[in-house]
């Protein structure tokens, strides 16, 4: 099961990147906001159905919605999560020493 085509690497890179950007104060509050906001989610889904199914709205009209509704607020996040996220300096480090390796060792240079 691939769980949803990436949700399942959602939750916990979600995870490591809220307790990695808050404080030591803060981290615990901002990864339960985080879960919490997967739950809200949950709770989200079925609500946008059952309003269309309340609402007579046809099948096709519904399953469209539903899943439109899930695409656009996917489409946001993603978004956001490119606009506001950058790598740590400690990967960007460790990715110039692992690149500057590859490099001597494809030169042929390396020490024997």
Request: net charge neutral; charged share 15%.
């Amino acid at each position: 099961a691939f769980g949803g085509g990436g949700v399942v690497g959602e939750y916990p890179l979600s995870m490591a990147v809220t307790a990695e950007s808050a404080g030591a104060e803060a981290s615990a509050t901002r990864m339960a906001s985080t879960y919490m906001m997967f739950q809200v989610g949950q709770l989200l889904a079925p609500v946008v159905v059952l309003s269309c199914i309340y609402g007579d709205v046809s099948r096709e009209a519904t399953w469209r919605l539903s899943l439109g509704v899930g695409s656009v607020l996917a489409l946001i996040g993603a978004l956001l999560r490119l606009s506001t996220m950058q790598e740590s300096q400690a990967w960007l480090d460790a990715r110039a020493s692992s690149k500057s390796s590859a490099r001597t060792l494809c030169s042929g240079s390396a020490p024997r």
